[in-house]
Structure formats: C-alpha cells, structure tokens
C-alpha cells in the first residue's frame, strides 16, 4: 500500500481512521497529535518551566524529545529538565539509568537522579522483604514514593508543570480501573490530561502530552527515531495481582475486533469530565486539602480523618520515621 499523504510506501496500518502512512509521515502524524494535545489543553506555554519526568523508557523520552523540539523554537523559553528517580532495584534501573545519561547528554538536557535511598531511606530492594508485613505490594510503594519524589523535586526545580509518560493506553487503564472500583471522585479529580492545578503551590501540575497516543505508536516512533528502548522488566511487578493487567488484557482483546475502543474509553473519560465546571473540581482540589489537614511529619496534603500522608505512614512501617 502507498502512504495516503504521497507515493512512497506505507509502512504502517492506522486502522482507527484506515490511514496508511509511511516512515515520515508516520513520525510527523504522531508529532503533530502531541502538539495538538499541548494546544487543545494548553499544557504549557514557551514561557513555562516545564520539567520531565523521565524513566528512561519509551514513553518518557519521546516525552522529552518533543518537549525539547516545541520550546527550543522560542529564544526565551526556560531550559527544559528532567528528573530520573532511581528506586534501587539491582538489574533494572542501571539500564535505564545508562539510556537517560546518553539521551540527554545529546539533547543537550539537564538531568537531576534522585535516588529513593536518599530521599526515602531504603531501597526498593530493601524493602521487599517487608512488604507482607506492611500488607503492600511493591508497585504500590514505588508508585507511591515515585510520585512524591517526582513532585518535590519539580518543585525545588521551580516548574511550572511535570510532564509524564502517560500514554493512551495508561490513561484508559486507570479510567477502567476506576471504573470497576466505582470511584467516580477519583475520575474528576484525575483528568486524561493531567491533575487539575491546585492552589497550593508546593503541589506541581502534571500534564500527559501523550494521553492520545498508543503504546504501539510510541514503540513504532522509537524504532524509527532511533531512540533506543529498555528491555530489561521490572523483576518485581510479575509477582502480584495487579487489577491494571488485567484490565489491560480485557482491553487489548477488544480492541482487536474494534480499533476505536480505546479512543472512545477516552472520550467517555473526557466526557465526564465535560459536565462538572472546572472552577468546581479545582474547588473541590481545593476544599479536600483543607479538609483532608497537612501531614503533621512533612506539612503535604493527607487523606481523610488522618494526621500523616501515606508517603509518610509507609516511612513510618518501615521504621524510617519517628
């Protein structure tokens, strides 16, 4: 078949809108949805400080190639950084480690490790061994200390926004999720495009460039924009039930007898979204803070009827906290 946008030959199937597409068409397509996403949005403006967090995986670094390619148009535009949190997981992370340094050094990005170690007290492979005690599955700590971390140190950084790597298929994932736990505050709050800024100010906005695209295309773009791909998996996250892989699963079989699932799941999430003002779910940003408290150890938001934030509490059980 030949690219619908001129006579070379396709090399790709875009079966939601039956386009074929070849090698440079295909990577401008796919730019050009990320910029689209930016504007509809408006995730960020030149004069933004935007800082990336960057796992060095796939996602991440078309995420920050693509951040760096629409403000480095602008002279005055603040230097994009990124932010790698090292969670100390033996045979893992030295791999992507090694990939950011490398993609970064090109792209000309400073790029600031944070290790878990030094900012949490142990590792994540310190911690497994108590992880039955602490009735918590290793994801559940990463993520947990992962965002934390991100936050803080975008913060210190003086962002204005922390990009993520949330794709299509990881916004759709957590719509499901939150679906099947019938967590319908939890959709509000967390929109496809990011967190609705809070007003208080040591909470950082996170945007996702990339919530429209599929992981497949992501994986596609790296190969034809020779960014390179860590290979080696997480030994840690096979181990337990995880409700998003199967939710996954679930959707990946449908969408092989209907290509536009995911998209639609993406529209009825935005949707939702649609019928509650804006002005009244940053309220409710606002109110759940007040009423939640501040984490009497680190003066961070807590949840309901507590007096530490679950970062914290996790501190806590792993006696890493007083």
């Not at 396709?10 to 440079?24: G, L, W």
């Not at 997981?89 to 944070?114: D, F, N, Q």
């Not at 804006?278 to 009497?296: A, F, R």
């Amino acid at each position: 078949m030949k690219c619908n946008y001129c006579s070379n030959e396709a090399v790709y199937h875009r079966k939601i809108s039956n386009e074929f597409v070849c090698k440079t068409h295909f990577i401008k397509t796919v730019e050009k949805k990320i910029r689209k996403t930016i504007r509809k949005y408006k995730m960020f403006s030149p004069k933004d400080k935007v800082v990336v967090g960057l796992s060095g995986g796939k996602d991440s670094l078309v995420l920050l190639f693509n951040v760096l390619e629409l403000q480095k148009r602008y002279s005055d535009s603040p230097v994009v950084e990124a932010i790698l949190i090292d969670e100390g997981i033996e045979g893992y992370r030295a791999e992507s480690i090694e990939i950011a340094e490398r993609m970064c050094k090109e792209w000309e990005t400073p790029l600031h490790i944070v290790k878990i170690k030094t900012d949490f007290g142990k590792t994540i492979d310190e911690i497994i061994p108590s992880l039955e005690e602490l009735n918590v599955n290793a994801c559940t700590i990463c993520g947990t200390v992962r965002r934390r971390l991100l936050n803080d140190k975008s913060y210190e950084l003086g962002a204005d926004c922390l990009a993520i790597g949330h794709n299509l298929d990881d916004q759709i994932e957590t719509f499901m999720q939150n679906i099947v736990r019938n967590d319908l505050k939890q959709i509000l709050l967390h929109p496809p495009n990011g967190n609705i800024k809070s007003d208080k100010k040591e909470i950082v906005q996170r945007i996702k460039p990339l919530m429209s695209i599929p992981e497949t295309e992501i994986t596609l773009y790296c190969y034809y924009k020779e960014i390179p791909i860590q290979i080696t998996p997480c030994p840690y996250v096979e181990k337990y039930y995880i409700l998003r892989k199967k939710i996954q699963d679930f959707i990946n079989i449908l969408e092989n007898q209907s290509p536009e699932i995911k998209y639609n799941l993406l529209k009825m999430n935005e949707k939702i979204i649609e019928q509650i003002p804006v002005n009244y779910l940053k309220k409710e940003i606002n109110q759940k803070i007040k009423k939640n408290g501040i984490c009497k150890i680190c003066q961070m938001p807590c949840g309901l009827n507590r007096d530490i934030c679950y970062f914290c509490e996790l501190k806590k059980g792993l006696n890493l906290v007083k």
